[in-house]
């Protein structure tokens, strides 16, 4: 089945830096990718929904200046989370699916933030 | 190692009756379980949770039920309505160690007219 990696699979950084978390489909050529925030407890959050070459289309309450996504390539998206405060700590997941796809989705790993 | 398998990549069921969906587990860890319901070209949404404590948790016309013992839960729809037809996710995470969810690879469900 078709795979999707993500790296860092965790990262731990100081308050006020930024962290770049990619997501890379391996084996297929995904046009939309979502990233996705796992709050303690509690079931994912999607932050955003990224199509290849264009902005990413971010869900209300998410601050775009804080989490810059870029979708670049047909297997590459990136998550920058800018400024990291203590409360950005989470597990950050993307998924992706494929050109005509009719409801595939194949989730990565998912990166562990820690922000100190 | 899946950690999450649904052996079943699709299903037909006919307007009216019953859906189930299964999902089994291997990570004896998994304290709290999720399903999430995806339309084509959309991200998941979250439709019902189950945490290990309990056995059944119903919400409107879909119920979960959890065998801790065969590592085995189940979305049941009934009546299944045409809108239902998407695609199911299972996911699991051990909520007692704050990890990451874990998803199983997804079943595609039809309600035939």
């Known amino acids: 089945g078709a795979v999707v990696s993500q790296h860092p699979s965790w990262v731990i950084c100081k308050s006020g830096t930024s962290v770049k978390i990619e997501c890379r489909s391996l084996?297929?050529?995904?046009?939309?990718m979502f990233w996705y925030r796992q709050f303690p407890k509690q079931s994912l959050m999607l932050m955003a929904t990224s199509n290849e070459g264009s902005k990413a289309t971010y869900e209300q309450g998410v601050e775009k200046d804080k989490f810059l996504i870029n979708h670049a390539s047909l297997t590459l998206s990136t998550l920058t989370v800018t400024s990291a405060h203590p409360e950005d700590s989470s597990f950050y997941i993307c998924s992706a699916s494929g050109a005509g796809a009719t409801g595939e989705l194949f989730f990565g790993e998912g990166s562990r933030l820690t922000v100190l | 190692d899946q950690q999450v398998k649904q052996n079943s990549p699709s299903l037909s069921v006919q307007e009216g009756r019953i859906s189930i969906l299964n999902c089994d587990y291997t990570?004896?860890?998994?304290?709290?379980f999720l399903w999430y319901k995806k339309y084509p070209a959309e991200g998941p949404t979250f439709l019902i949770s189950i945490s290990s404590i309990k056995d059944k948790n119903e919400d409107g016309r879909f119920t979960v039920f959890l065998n801790k013992s065969a590592k085995h839960l189940s979305l049941h729809i009934v009546p299944s309505q045409p809108g239902d037809s998407a695609v199911y996710f299972c996911a699991a995470s051990a909520q007692n160690r704050d990890d990451k969810i874990i998803f199983g690879k997804g079943t595609r469900l039809h309600i035939l007219p």
């Open positions: 084996d297929f050529q995904a046009t939309t």
């Open positions: 990570n004896s860890m998994f304290d709290y």
